[in-house]
Nanobody, 126 residues
Framework: VQLQASGGGLVQAGGSLRLSCAAS????????LGWFRQAPGKEREFVAA????????SYADSVKGRFTISRDTAKNTVTLQMDSLKPEDTAVYYC????????????????????WGRGTLVTVSS
């Protein structure tokens, strides 16, 4: 499995950014896709995940109502639309994939995730 993330950058508080991740591999169509993030000096944390069909979705409480995750099953891509960004959203964002359903990602934690993409930096200025 390979994951290639794009997007990110610098934005002012209240602004929006979109992250995308292209996934490839024999089993990717049956896997969940999602995002974690890691702020300076902090542990990597769950952000959002979407199941293989695109219908099952899970969000961290800290981003509910502001971030939207979606999946294009034909193109094997996952997108994270981030609106109403806050300075505390500043982090390196990592695309991830795992066969586990999205509602369980926050519970299983980073150690159980099957594969990671390279991170992309999101900086939100106040």
């Amino acid at each position: 499995v390979q994951l290639q993330a794009s997007g990110g950058g610098l934005v002012q508080a209240g602004g929006s950014l979109r992250l995308s991740c292209a996934a490839s591999g024999r089993t990717i169509r049956s896997y969940s896709l999602g995002w974690f993030r890691q702020a300076p000096g902090k542990e990597r944390e769950f952000v959002a995940a979407v199941g293989w069909s695109g219908s099952r979705i899970s969000y961290a409480d800290s981003v509910k109502g502001r971030f939207t995750i979606s999946r294009d099953t034909a193109k094997n891509t996952v997108t994270l639309q981030m609106d109403s960004l806050k300075p505390e959203d500043t982090a390196v964002y990592y695309c991830a994939t795992d066969p586990y359903p999205p509602e369980g990602w926050q519970r299983i934690g980073t150690a159980a995730i099957n594969a990671w993409g390279r991170g992309t930096l999101v900086t939100v200025s106040s």
